[in-house]
């Protein structure tokens, strides 16, 4: 669940490969997920306590302020892979649901749902992983695996609700709780592998803010070399979106309310075009000329100005969440063919496909690696958009 604002960038020190570790910039996701997910029974328990202490920091109240917290993972099921997490991404789902902005939370509240880590234990039937290897969790861990949609690897669109990562409902009335964590034991359908030689810290925010990206894209073949995208917003999901678009061979304009956006757009991502959506002559000059857009913005913004920019047939794909009402004309639709599609995270299968692909093109996303002792921090530079792009923590290092 990738929920939006938008973030910017000071330098923070190293250079890992292709990550530039810095800090202070904006991208704007509201996740879906709140809307999608649906307390019931499902067919994933607690479990059994393992009389093993996990050791993670937690919400215990609405101010939203973390601290240690000591808790029982169930025990490990014959589907179930435990993994020690070396890694949690920050997503701005984090902030909405430790200080209960959406008015539903439970505490003591462990947040995260970027997880990546390395497998300790498998039950019995599990087939697709063994100890030693690198996997991730993302958003979801269960949902009926008997619909439709889970069937069609739709799982986060499961028809009967799905078991969020932190704060969902299990079978017996227990809450998930997610990556903040030591360690953490999901079905194996529900956990992804890591390509070996892929970083782990770099593989966290791709099982939210890169899957939410690349399903659309695929979806609607935004993947067609020669074509044209513009993105809206460059934060966590905007940045990952120019990475997609260039690994794919688009041509890419990044559309920004912030000039200060333009020398990572065109330098360090590498995108052909910045345009500062405020300047009406810039905006005007291209009329009918994108084939796609995708709009990571949060915020009320003019929906019905970037649907002048798409061509005839073109799509705009909805990632972020401007406003309580989308404000749209019918002409912006009728007049040209076009259309606008929303979108949420993505299924298992497209989600692995997602990972390998960044594992064979190279494409790695800026982060931020922090400490645990600095998430509350993070949380707060994170509403003031103040991050560049995407907070991972050291869990391995720094949880103890």
Known sequence: MHVGVCDDVYEYGARTRDVYITRNTTDCHTSLLLTLQRERPQKMSSG????????????????????????DRRAVGSEDVSLKITHCGICYADVLFTSNKLEHSGYPLVPGHEIVGIVTEV????????????????????????????????????????????????????????????????????????PEKYPLAQAAPLLCAGITVYTPMIRHQMNQP???????????????????????????????????????????????KFVLSSDTEQMSA????????????????PVDLYMSLLKTGGVLALLGFPGEEL?????????????????????????????EFCAEHEIYPEIEVIPIQYANEALERLQKNDVKYRFVIDIESSLE
Request: proline share 1%; net charge positive; charged share 20%.
């Open 286 to 301: 291209l009329s009918k000329s994108l084939d796609f857009i995708i709009d990571t913005a949060s915020g009320e913004h």
């Open 226 to 272: 020669g074509k044209s995208l513009g993105v809206i917003g460059l934060g966590g999901l905007g940045h990952m979106a120019v990475k997609f678009a260039k690994a794919f061979g688009l041509n890419v304009t990044v559309f920004s309310t912030n000039i200060s956006k333009k020398d990572d757009a065109l330098n360090l991502l590498k995108a052909d």
């Open 48 to 71: 059994t306590a393992t009389g093993k202490n996990c050791h993670g920091w937690a919400a215990r109240d609405d101010s939203g302020f973390l601290s240690p917290y000591e808790f």
């Open 123 to 194: 039950g019995g039937n599990v087939g697709k992983f063994k100890i030693g290897d690198h996997v991730g969790v993302g958003t979801y861990v269960d949902s009926c695996r008997d619909c439709e949609n889970c069937h069609g690897g739709l799982e986060i669109h499961c028809s009967k609700g799905f078991v969020s990562t932190f704060g969902g409902t299990y079978e017996d009335g227990s809450t998930s709780k997610g990556g903040y964590s030591q360690f953490i034991v999901v079905h194996e359908r529900y956990c992804y592998k890591i």
């Open 327 to 355: 404000k749209l004309s019918p002409l912006s639709l009728l007049m040209g063919m076009r259309s606008i599609s929303g979108s949420a995270v993505g299924g298992t299968k497209r989600t692995q496909e997602m990972l």
